[in-house]
């Protein structure tokens, strides 16, 4: 069983995986109607990642007993400068992502959650 602390935890990371694919079908939309269907495929793919890294965790979170508590995603920039400013939103985008995965694996250590570590640890070498 999880601590309510790394279930919480958890739980926000989970809405910040789903934001994750919000923003990036809203870029691969963007480049659709730009009609640049190679950089929007590049994003459709990103956005099944993210989504897959959230089913992950919900997974995880049942398995190990705890419940899940979905909150409502923020909407997404849906509209950039140029082609450059989209890649520096997400590039921006992802390094937050990686510094909320690492606060998330703090979270683990200090609760001493040895399974959260090891989940988290796949997040890391990602």
Request: aromatic fraction near 12%; charged fraction near 25%.
């Amino acid at each position: 069983m999880m601590t309510q602390t790394m279930t919480d935890t958890f739980n926000e990371q989970i809405n910040r995986e789903l934001y994750s694919a919000y923003l990036y079908t809203s870029m691969e939309h963007w480049f659709m109607k730009k009609g640049l269907k190679g950089f929007a495929n590049w994003f459709k793919v990103q956005a099944g990642e993210e989504l897959n890294h959230a089913r992950k965790i919900m997974d995880y979170i049942n398995e190990r007993g705890g419940r899940i508590r979905l909150k409502a995603i923020s909407m997404p920039d849906s509209d950039w400068q140029n082609i450059l400013s989209v890649f520096e939103n997400s590039l921006s985008h992802e390094e937050y992502v990686t510094s909320r995965i690492n606060a998330l694996a703090d979270v683990a250590e200090e609760v001493r959650d040895r399974a959260a570590m090891h989940l988290l640890d796949w997040y890391i070498k990602e």
